[in-house]
């Protein structure tokens, strides 16, 4: 896991081409420790096969860049189209999002083909994209989505790994992140105030989702210094937490009880280990806990007297703080202990569960054109999420950044903040 | 179905006594027209006999106010409050959900004696509470419920008797709506302001979820006159609307797709006929659509040009408006055409799907001990819907009042109004 | 349960009339002690309501017997005859099986007034039936269907009743079987033969499925002299038999699995009580075990080193005994222990599983017409059982009478006896 | 596909040692066609990956004859045993049948190293075995299971590919079965009589369920002289065949209508294409058909006025009949057209459904120890399948040889042939 070179998708053709090189070729290295049959397999429907991932990033550019741009471009498989389409229905069929592990062809070294020739057919495309603004942002935005599917990746194969009995590490090598006692828990006061949130679409790359950018008024409240570590979370274990319906919203007690949850999804029986992608190791008392639920989140939150904060409360204390921290660069793929005084772990580590139904903005209006599918469709029943994980690239993210996942959802690199009225 | 004198739940204790009367008696008039096998059925898991409804209002007395409250209260079976508890955990264990329709016993006339011992209990209490402000609440509470439970009654008898092939009426004897054309489609427009939203507990009776009153900003917008019409909903599957997922949120078309929706829950095959409590009878054009999901209501929106209005929005506009319209007092317990000038339906007709999901008010605190597991712990996964039905008491209705629904659900009296923002 | 006076199907058509009045009124007998709401609900797929026995063994009538027969005959309600058709294809469609519970309409007293329609009805035809054997035996058949459904109503009932947890009974005042020590478990050897199996068409009464009669090899082996009583079972499950798949065929351990059981289907989880038309009552010990699976009855015999008997080896052995024993008259409508020397209980307290699958003798020919549909389309994946039980009559069984169960079935009065090659 | 060696398991030890070095490189061949993707995909629970089949039967031997017989032995990853257990519950826990298709590793390149170590640790065995006629039975048990899995391997396999849209072959480059006409339908008498049935265990190698040998009554009847066709079945589809109730049992309609079944599973939707183990092939008429259920094969024959035959009149048939056909030795691997005069098809093309439920000879023993549950546990709920198909090796069939399926299973290579009662 060498380090990626910075990339802001809003910054100029030159550095697009660069980017081009570096975020497609840190897709297939992501893939590198993989036999060709663990980028076959599909755990549960949410879990995509790496070689899926590995086609459907490429599909995008084919179909949404190549086709309507390279006049005499000839698509590698046609029929593939059907097979990678994710859920873009304007665009036509597709196949089942639970089959995906049914399909043992194309094979890996097909699609590796495909993306090789997809990557020469992009090199005069990448060069006009010099002069046409249109085009560097299809390109960026298909570049920013095969940065959404990197992290996809890593999290499905850590699911597949988890699954087999033998739990094999994704990659044995990886480093271990550095042990050592946590920051201690704080809460820090955050005035009322009215907050610009959300981005504007002139300034730099950002999802349709993120605009437009409007002012939201802020109640006084307080927002944790950092993450809530394992430790933490298992008192709430240790106070039967899972027994007890109390602490929960209906569906959250809901899926307790039909999911039989008693613990994060990674833990062993007996909350001594977590699989890792460098397989099951140790649980480390003063990292984050992941792999929780929003409905575990808000359960914690509540035994602790707490709550989750809100998206714009999460948004305006990270608007001013720099995009670092335990991110895919460092390469340690897990969370680690915050370390760092103040305002500590918003971005990487984990994703934050924010308290906040992901809805559209006030006055949002989705892409034009099939492209539109890409967020606005999602807008119900599902929480937004912020800050990114240790599995996110830093160059992909931005205080404003939406993530969105479903409350049960547990596999992602998900924890949480905890936030506070005053008394 | 005579009429329902007034009844303000926030009034004097005087006139709680008469409204323990009348609401109470009102439960049993409800269930008048029904045989007693008709009061046993569950259709599907969200469906409740009636039997259920008459038992679990009574419960909610008796557990609630009757034992706390009266030393040498004998409770009338303590094994029935197993079958009849609804979701308080805190309480105790209860009888599955989906298991209503298995119980024959305690049979109706059972559970009707049950409601007189408890009725002739309750006497002296409803005495007591015009010194005891806190009794005076729970009362009010639990004839607020027990409404809400009268319209539960009478949309869940509804679908009992349209999954029967006979598809008998409720009662024959029902009065039709007027019918006349309704009143055209215009959009009023409303300015950017900062509106209070909520009821102030302290102002009469109101739920815990309706607090605390607030401040929230909007933006410039227009709302509909009045309720979308079946006309109108019909030329949106006349166009394929239940074909196109373009128009579809990504769960709505899983839904769509998944229930083979192609038109309003209680439509016949042939969009000619609806299923009414007195039978199956032609379809109204002129009157408002109903029995849809907030999937339908959504895509249909954004299919017209428009979308749907948040509860903000809604209750702004409802603020000054009284609480009158076609309500149960009115007794036709069926949508009619809006015949008012202005903006108008807003209270009665059908319950409006709004754009906003169900969640607390900043600061919100839910009632104290069990009864906190009354509202707040729904406020995940559904949306809000505002303004009461035909089926709802007028006494029971308030602008701030807020109920919620899952997005697929269409059992309950649903429709919707449409919103637009400046061009 | 005042006894039921003795019917030969196959008697003379003075008879018949006798008949039809006895088995008639005695079915509305045995739903007298229930009350409306009883009659309507269905727990699970194999059960149907009570007032659907009541209504459908009157559509059989009504349309097998009548329409065919009474050129004038006005049909009651015949959007009924969906509703209650069985499953008789060739007939036309019907309402889905699962759905049974889900119909309120019509009511126990419109059922029975359509009953007492088509008694009125039936008068000439039972008449015109001394003349006519093709008449007379399709209303024997229709007896005898009728008498079918008055065992499955009561069992279909005990379900009902138990799976409420207030445990009512069907009639408390039932007398209760007498207790005392059963006869000593002892295996009668029986040498090889060639027997002669089924009925001969020609002579009385019987199914389709006892035919044709023909001979069978039976090779030398030993029947046990009584069904194996609770006790008996109860040192299987003390043994961990429900624990340890190898005396489990693997369907049978799947469902052991898959439902988790641990005991007969209604006993209580301590082993100490069993569910009975009369309520909860005291296991006695020496009594049959009852409302056992195919796959339980088979695990046992092995863990006993035993085997079932085939339904051959049953049928020899029961050709010469009369048909007596706790049977419905007896009215305990419970098993009860064995008391009688020699080979006993042949004929009622338990049906007896087989080891035979339930197939179509050599050269077996389905009743002509749609009646043809009445046996032979079961001859797959079931088990012949025999012997009739405690909720039998009478004069409606025989040493030839196919009985039929899925193998995971044990809602029905089932039990079995052993049986043992020579060493 | 060269031809292999003819092998008679129950053959002197000498020729153990070659049928050992035969057996396991062929089934090493027949997965040597696909990709390690291939080898991993399970796309419903009836199939298994290719890798599992590799690995099981290497595990097999392993556990049953390695570990018990060679003091020594070190197994290759003990942890490997909890996944490649089949259903042999005597033996411990084993990994869920369904999730077999979650398990990317280990690896295909990892199973072939074991099944060297495997085959290189048997060395010593298969020469002791000539002195140890027990050891013999075993390896020669280990045989013909691994035989089964080949055909397995192939039936697996080819639903894998099916599932694919994009329609793969296994192997584009097998030879197609010759076309041309098939011997035209006829019926060949058979007198009644009493055949011997089953095969004697000191008679060469046989599976415990053909055992004991005993006679069987037969009466007289007739048998097709060849298997059904593809056009003589698609004859019953244009006739409506899968609309007509009247001519399925009632579980097979309920199939049909569940699964929406309209015609054999691997036929195109315009019945023109047949997928084959050479991909999609245009379907030939005159060739068996193929990958029928029971139901299917039932409902035709009831449709054809025939019926299927026992097992019993096909082991009476195929007694004196040379195993020998379209085999797997001819390398077709898919039904060719009959043009064999007299009784032909018996042994190859398709396994043939017979009306048996599959259940124990009379007499059965099951093997000692935990090799009694390989057959006999599957003696409910299934019917015996007679003759092996183009996916079976010569030397592993016997006219004794039983298989057996659930009768809604298609994705074997099964089919039928007609019988009929004298008139």
Redesign the interface.
């Known amino acids: 896991m060498a380090s990626v070179p910075a990339f802001r998708a809003g910054d100029s053709a030159g550095e697009l081409s660069g980017a081009w090189q570096q975020v497609r070729s840190l897709t297939e290295r992501l893939a590198g420790p993989l036999?060709?049959?663990?980028?076959?397999?599909q755990?549960m429907p949410d879990v995509s096969p790496t070689?899926w991932h590995l086609a459907h990033t490429t599909w995008f550019f084919e179909h949404f860049v190549l086709q309507p741009n390279l006049a005499d471009y000839p698509p590698f498989d046609e029929?593939w189209h059907?097979?990678f389409n994710s859920?873009y229905?304007?665009v036509g069929q597709m196949?089942a999002r639970n089959?995906r592990?049914?399909?043992?062809?194309?094979?890996?070294a097909q699609i590796l083909a495909w993306r090789a020739h997809v990557d020469a057919a992009m090199q005069p495309l990448l060069e006009r994209a010099e002069d046409d603004t249109e085009l560097a942002f299809l390109i960026r935005l298909g570049l920013n989505h095969e940065q959404q599917h990197q992290e996809l990746l890593l999290t499905d194969i850590k699911h597949?790994?988890w699954?087999?009995?033998?739990g094999?590490a994704y990659d044995e090598a990886l480093p271990a992140p550095p042990a050592g006692p946590a920051t201690p828990l704080s809460f820090i006061e955050r005035a009322a105030t009215e907050a610009p949130i959300g981005a504007d679409a002139n300034q730099g790359f950002c999802f349709d989702n993120e605009t437009p950018r409007h002012?939201v008024?802020l109640?006084a409240h307080a927002l944790a210094n950092r993450l809530v570590t394992n430790a933490e979370y298992r008192a709430f274990i240790d106070d039967g937490g899972y027994r007890e319906?109390?602490w929960?919203?209906?569906?959250?007690?809901g899926c307790v009880e039909a999911q039989r949850w008693q613990r994060p999804l990674y833990w062993s029986e007996d909350s001594t280990l977590e699989f890792t992608l460098r397989g099951w190791r140790p649980l480390v008392d003063e990292a984050p806990v992941s792999h929780v639920s929003?409905?575990e989140a808000?359960a914690y939150a509540r035994w602790a007297g707490a709550r989750l904060p809100t998206e714009a409360e999460w948004e305006a204390a990270a608007a001013d703080v720099p995009v670092s921290g335990n991110l895919l660069e460092r390469g340690w793929l897990h969370p680690a202990p915050a370390t760092q005084p103040g305002l500590s772990q918003l971005f990487g580590d984990t994703w934050e569960w924010t308290?906040s139904?992901y809805?559209a903005y006030?006055?949002f209006k989705p892409l034009a054109g099939s492209l539109g599918e890409y967020n606005g469709?999602?807008?119900?029943?599902q929480l937004s999420v912020r800050g990114g994980s240790c599995l996110s690239s830093a160059n992909h993210l931005r205080a404003s950044y939406r993530s969105f996942f479903y409350?049960h959802q547990r596999w992602q690199m998900l924890g949480f903040r905890l936030a506070k009225?005053p008394d």
Chains 1, 2, 3, 4 share one sequence.
Do not use: I
């Open positions: 036999s060709p049959e663990d980028q076959v397999v755990t070689k029929r059907y097979l859920y229905y304007s196949h089959d592990g049914l399909l043992s062809r194309p094979t890996v597949v790994l699954s087999n009995p033998l094999p002012r008024a109640r319906p109390h929960w919203l209906a569906d959250g007690w929003f409905y808000d308290a139904p809805m006030p006055g469709k999602f807008m119900c029943n409350p009225d």
